[in-house]
């Protein structure tokens, strides 16, 4: 029996895209990958919602959020991050480990920014070269108001850059129109495929930045990428073949449902899931329903409840894998996913398990 993923991602994989990832391989430098590659750039591009070329690369989410600050900055930038999160935590490290300078604007997980701390802090450092932000915190169901900073940034020579790795597909995204200068997602969320590839899509700003980076790089180079592209219709190494085929049946499907109507589905979903999660008394983390994303349901458990082994317990006896809470509140939450292919009659079933095993999990 096939597990029941409500997690944030990696997702159950619907069976059209198992069948195709189950198919013989192509190579990579033949004229028909060089097909397929220009047809998901296509989707990709509508998906971003931008008019230039979308990278792809073989590598997880962390990847390609390392690859932002390889490609865009230099050693001893400064640069702020916004830290909602688990997520936002990840983009300070990696600019330390590189060398740029860190102004960080934190808030307390379960709230978003305030816009005025990002003018205040931008205003008294000028130097202040990008702007990293998450769009939807996975640790904590937060979604983000990109359009906004972008306002404060589009007009300028910062850079913003949004971690979209979970957001994306779930949650309205406009690169262009919202001023986003470079935005990261990655394959195992919301185009239900296998982990192994993420996506780069750059402003017009952003790739005139590529020539004043001076930090190493050689597998991440976005100028590779884009130059293989625009010859050869390639990629510089080795992709992950069957995974990029199948980018394409999920692209098709995705823009044939059209993402209005896929995020309209994922908001019922959600409202549905908070409502079931609530009634059987555990605590809705989110206060402020305007930044709940569509991605999960973040719940705290009764301080009487351990959090871990009621997840450990739904996930041993009926296939139904449940994503606990990260950093202080492991053991305290249930991040109950719903970026998959989550029905409501799945919920009430994962809401009945949870009723069987809440006796058993008191602590």
């Known amino acids: 029996m096939s597990k029941v993923l409500f997690t944030p991602g990696p997702t159950n994989i619907p069976m059209e895209i198992r069948e195709v990832l189950g198919q013989d391989l192509i190579h990579h430098r033949m004229a028909d990958y060089h097909q397929l590659i ?7 591009k509508r998906i971003f919602d ?9 590598s997880s989410g962390t990847g390609a959020m390392e690859s932002t600050i390889v490609n865009l900055f230099s050693n001893g930038d400064e640069v702020l991050v916004i830290n909602t999160g688990w997520f936002g935590q990840r983009f300070i490290e990696i600019c330390t480990v590189y060398g740029l300078k860190v102004h960080e604007l934190a808030y307390d997980w379960g709230k978003s920014y305030e816009l005025n701390d990002v003018k205040e802090i931008l205003e008294k450092y000028p130097e202040i070269k990008g702007v990293f932000v998450t769009y939807h915190e996975t640790a904590t169901g937060v979604v983000n108001n990109l359009k906004a900073l972008g306002d404060l940034t589009k007009d300028t020579n910062r850079l913003l850059i949004a971690d979209c790795i979970s957001g994306m597909v779930v949650q309205e995204f406009h690169l262009d129109e919202w001023g986003v200068d470079c935005a990261v997602a990655s394959s195992q969320k919301g185009f239900h495929l296998p982990p192994g590839l ?10 005139l930045s590529l020539e004043y980076s001076n930090l190493p790089k050689y597998y991440f180079d976005y100028k590779k990428y884009l130059h293989y592209y625009e010859v050869k219709s390639e990629q510089p190494f ?7 085929v199948a980018l394409k049946t999920a692209l098709d499907g995705l823009l044939n449902q059209g993402l209005e109507s896929v995020i309209a589905n994922k908001v019922q979903v959600r409202k549905y899931a908070e409502e079931k999660l609530a009634n059987l008394g555990l605590e809705l983390f989110i206060k402020d329903e305007s930044i709940r994303g569509n991605v999960l349901v973040p719940v705290l458990a009764p301080e009487n409840i351990n959090a871990s082994k009621l997840t450990a317990l739904i996930d041993e006896r009926y296939n139904f894998t449940v994503a606990g809470g990260m950093g202080s509140y492991a053991g305290k939450m249930l991040r ?3 970026i998959g ?8 079933l994962l809401v009945q398990y949870i009723k069987e095993v809440l006796p058993e999990c008191q602590k």
């Open 38 to 44: 220009k047809d998901v750039n296509e989707g990709l």
């Open 50 to 58: 931008t008019k230039n070329d979308v990278i792809i690369l073989t």
């Open 198 to 207: 993420s996506f780069v899509a750059l402003s017009d700003k952003a790739k």
């Open 238 to 244: 080795t992709p992950a073949i069957s995974i990029v």
């Open 336 to 338: 109950v996913g719903i």
């Open 341 to 348: 292919e989550i029905t409501k009659q799945e919920i009430d």
